[in-house]
């Protein structure tokens, strides 16, 4: 797909809404970040950058991040205590990293902001910067990667396990689900065992895959595959998928975030929630037998599924909100543990006085709930 592209090419409306995604992302993690971490440089790093616009919209992810590095510094003002941000921007292509470039120095410059443009692929641009003098690396300075690739192409699971043994990386991946199931129905003829093991990591998705024949069942469960791999690499406890479509019922693509951090993922799913006002969007999750749309407003069906995942068991409030976290489209349990308990489906155990329904921050840590069988 990328080789048949022009080096600028129109971008469909669920990209532009990628990139917004992106920018208000960004711009709450560099804000938070920025506030807390004192005289420590911040890093962010695009891995398949592109042109740096379309031809129907200005500004491609390598512009909206300058813009909104420049932005959230400004709004901190006094308050902003890291040292620079570093921006790098990883473009294999020849045509598009010129046409970048040009982009990138229209830019003001900014004494705060370092760009770092590199030619090359993903991997060899992540390699690249940890030979550099100055890397986030060897400093272990925060760290949040975008990973946008055309397709599988050059999405090395390596490469993506490698940044989160960082101790403050986050990572946002493009996930072409679809694109992977193609190729795996493709076999041979595409090369498939050794571009999914690059996507993987290892070979055990072809037990996981086998048998599966049908295009949308084999594209969620490679994502239930991928969040999984995630999941399984030291101390990355939040992984969640966004699927992306391009229309009502057909999937593009999947976005995967990962962090070892719950607040990197409450951010992400208000990002979503301001983002998504029609329901163009949905939460995936492999287990649930249909697809919800990734709505706020409706915590009934997620409910259940909270229900039969702690049914007979009595478990922490902590418990409880890391599987919504994970597991659902909230940032938190407390519409559905509301909704179970109007209908008494669960006990709550506080050593503080509640109102039924209510989940106080201060009743939370000593908060037991038993769900009924």
Known sequence: MSAKLPTVWDAKQHTI????MLRSYLFAWLSIIGTRFARQDLWYIDGFAGPGEYTNFSDGSPITALKTAAAAITQAGSRWNAGRIHCVFIEENGERFRHLQQKLALIPQNPRI?????????????????????????????????????GPEGLSFSTVRELLAHPTCEVLVNLDSDGISRVYQAGYSANHRERLNEVFGDDTWETQLAGIRQQTQAAR???????????????????????????????????????????????????MKRI???????????????????????????????MTHFQGKEVTYEQVREYALNESPFPNPKGML????????????????????????????????RFHN
């Open 17 to 20: 809404a990628k990139i917004e």
């Open 114 to 150: 370092v760009i770092f443009p590199y030619q090359g692929t993903f991997v060899d641009g992540v390699n690249a910067l940890s030979r550099e003098a100055v890397n986030p690396f060897t400093t272990r300075q925060p760290l949040f990667t975008f990973v946008d690739p055309f």
């Open 221 to 271: 469960k490679i994502v239930a595959m991928y969040k999984d791999r995630l999941r399984k690499l030291p101390n990355v406890r939040y992984v969640f998928a966004f699927e992306m479509r391009s229309t009502k019922s057909v999937i593009d693509y999947h976005l995967v975030f990962a962090s070892r951090h719950p607040t990197g993922l409450e951010k992400m799913k208000e990002v």
């Open 276 to 306: 998504d006002q029609d329901g163009s969007y949905c939460f995936s999750d492999e287990s649930i037998g249909q697809q919800t749309m990734f709505r706020f407003d409706d915590p009934t069906v997620h409910a259940k599924q909270l």
């Open 338 to 369: 509301k909704a179970l308990e109007k209908t008494n489906r669960i006990v709550v155990t506080s050593a503080r006085s509640r109102r039924k329904g209510t989940f106080p921050e201060d009743t939370q840590t000593e908060m037991l709930i």
